[in-house]
């Protein structure tokens, strides 16, 4: 008698379920290894703000230069400067949705559900959320005509060769971040520069310079809005960066025991996390993007915070219930030049 395989014994095939891990599955739905900005949101830097048409924050942009050396019985010269600007954006709004057929939930249940449908089309709208965020996140509006993509890093962080205080107003914006003008305001600015390669004399020196010449502390005591005391950066580099760094840590350690890549996952500069960003992959010019959380919000609008409502009947199909979630929110920095890109060059979006 031949050899049989168990698909060749009909009555098996027929009686016998193959092994369904219900409830279960495996995602390939996503093309980026790892998200930043949709896990920030849900967990960590978000801050909700009452009803109002924007965010406005206050600008101290220069001082008034009273202080003097005077002599005996000198005379008074008692003078009041303007030194403060407002600066504010506007609300962005964002939306994902899901539906499905009443009859879709009676038939995907019991015993014949492997996993949840519902479950399943939820996730894929969270899904869809996230990869928009991202996209928006490392980028930024084309210009001041658009009224519907909100502000993300090339926006804020602006990358200039010439090494210093140089980055100026994005792209398309001529009234400036905020609408705050660098050139009119230059200390409303991010420290940029350029690098050639990934190497202790070049990239590592000048994230030295930077990461030093960012770190702003006022001589008194102020209510500044920071959310952290001191350095609160996150460096954000893609994999061709970060796999040198990996090397150059490697290098430098001499107690690497057993590990074959001990360096990998764990990078840090001054003891500040590098985090590598799958988004910044399509970057050649491999920037190096200092964000200095303190300076940073993800702000939403209070009551408008991945709201969602119940299900509704969709318009002429009565058994098909549509779902939404909706966010009104915007990424704010406050303060631009307690933050830094080096780069080799222009970012994609910045240019």
Excluded at 47 to 60: D, F, L, R
């Amino acid at each position: 008698m031949a050899n049989l395989t168990v698909e060749q014994i009909t009555d098996l095939v027929t009686t016998t379920q193959k092994e369904l891990g219900r409830g279960k599955w495996e995602d390939l739905s996503t093309d980026l290894q790892d998200y930043e900005v949709l896990p920030r949101l849900l967990k960590k830097e978000k801050v909700k703000y009452g009803g109002a048409q924007g965010i406005q924050w206050n600008v101290q942009v220069t001082n008034s230069g009273a202080a003097k050396h005077v002599g005996l019985f000198g005379v008074d010269d008692v003078n009041v400067g303007d030194v403060m600007k407002t600066a504010s954006i506007p609300w962005r709004h964002t939306t994902t949705n899901y539906a499905f057929d009443r009859r879709e939930k009676a038939i995907n249940s019991g015993a014949a559900a492997i996993v949840d449908l519902i479950k399943v089309r939820r996730i894929d709208a969270m899904q869809s959320l996230a990869d928009l965020m991202e996209d928006c996140f490392w980028s930024k509006p084309s210009d001041s005509t658009d009224d519907i993509t909100p502000f993300g890093i090339d926006y804020w962080l602006v990358y200039n060769a010439t090494e210093g205080f140089h980055g100026g107003n994005p792209s398309g914006f001529t009234d400036g971040a905020a609408g705050l003008s660098s050139t009119t305001y230059p200390r409303w600015a991010n420290y940029s520069g350029q690098y050639t390669t990934v190497s202790k004399a070049d990239l590592i020196r000048k994230l030295r310079k930077a990461h030093r010449l960012t770190d702003f502390k006022s001589p008194v005591d102020i209510p500044d809005y920071r959310t952290g005391r001191g350095q609160t950066f996150t460096l954000y580099v893609n994999e061709a960066t970060i796999a040198v760094m990996e090397d150059l840590g490697e290098a430098q350690n001499e107690n690497l025991g057993r590990d074959l890549a001990p360096m990998d996952g764990s990078m840090s500069f001054r003891k500040c996390p590098i985090r590598y960003i799958p988004k910044l992959d399509a970057d050649t010019n491999n920037p190096v993007i200092g964000m200095n959380w303190g300076t940073f919000e993800i702000a939403f609008l209070k009551g408008e915070y991945m709201r969602e409502d119940p299900p509704s009947r969709a318009p002429n199909q009565h058994t098909v219930l549509q779902c939404f979630i909706d966010l009104s929110w915007n990424l704010v920095c406050r303060n631009r030049r307690r933050n830094y890109i080096i780069s080799k060059g222009s970012r994609p979006s910045a240019s």
